[in-house]
């Protein structure tokens, strides 16, 4: 299993700050994807990354994906009370089928 | 949003019952998925289907089996449910396969006492 770490695990923080979270593993991916979770809810795709050193933005958010495509990235400018969740990253597994998705970094921000 | 509902949303069962999960789509996917999702584990793959008839094992297989008759249901059985398969239970489809986006269910809940 191609393993994906994802740091840091836990981030609360005050509204407006900026944050980054990471995505990183040993094994090289053919593309990522980023997934937001809410409380009750199912993930949903937030976007994906194919070509090593892409960067996509999302209104105030960033994702980047490592020249080597072993590694990715989520930043977030003046985060709001609407951004808390769960933040998955995914990437394809040796199977081609299947995605195998990190543990996730669960984001809160207070008003 | 896509078109894909689970049943129960909710479900408390006995240890050594069987239990079966429905997974509905109205989108027409090729591609249905099984996850487990658990505190400290994060997204797992039970099972995965890539065509009617067509299903593969996921990381997390044992206790678990799958069925696929029709494009639009998959179906979790857990032929003897254990308290380590108290869980919640997330169906995912997609169009093309893994490299394409997932859409996910709104999970079901197990508890097995």
């Known amino acids: 299993t191609q393993l994906l770490e994802q740091s840091p695990q836990f981030l609360s923080i005050q509204e407006g700050e900026n944050l980054t979270v990471y995505c990183n593993s040993s094994?090289?991916?053919?593309?990522l994807q980023w997934y937001r979770q809410e409380p009750g809810e199912g993930p949903v795709l937030l976007v994906t990354v194919v070509t090593g050193g892409e960067v996509k933005k999302l209104k105030r958010l960033t994702f980047q994906f490592g020249d080597a495509r072993k590694d990715s990235s989520l930043h977030i400018t003046a985060a709001q009370p609407g951004d808390t969740g769960l933040y998955l990253c995914?990437?394809?597994?040796?199977?081609?089928?299947?995605?195998?998705f990190g543990k996730g970094t669960s984001l809160l921000v207070t008003p | 949003d896509a078109g894909i509902t689970q049943s129960p949303r909710h479900k408390v069962t006995e240890t050594g019952t069987p239990v079966t999960l429905r997974c509905h789509q109205t989108?027409?996917?090729?591609?249905m998925y099984w996850y487990r999702q658990d505190p400290g584990h994060g997204l797992r793959l039970i099972h995965y289907?890539?065509?009617?008839?067509?299903?593969d094992k996921g990381e997390v297989s044992d206790g678990y089996s799958v069925s696929r008759s029709k494009t639009e249901d998959f179906l979790l059985t857990l032929e003897s449910a254990t308290s380590s398969q108290t869980s919640v239970y997330f169906c995912?489809?997609?169009?093309?396969?893994?490299?394409?986006?997932?859409?996910f269910g709104p999970g079901t809940r197990l508890t097995v006492t």
């Open positions: 289907s890539y065509g009617v008839k067509d299903t």
């Open positions: 094994s090289v991916f053919s593309s």
């Open positions: 995914a990437g394809v597994g040796n199977s081609g089928y299947a995605l195998n």
């Open positions: 995912a489809i997609s169009e093309g396969g893994a490299a394409t986006a997932q859409y």
């Open positions: 989108e027409n996917h090729r591609y």
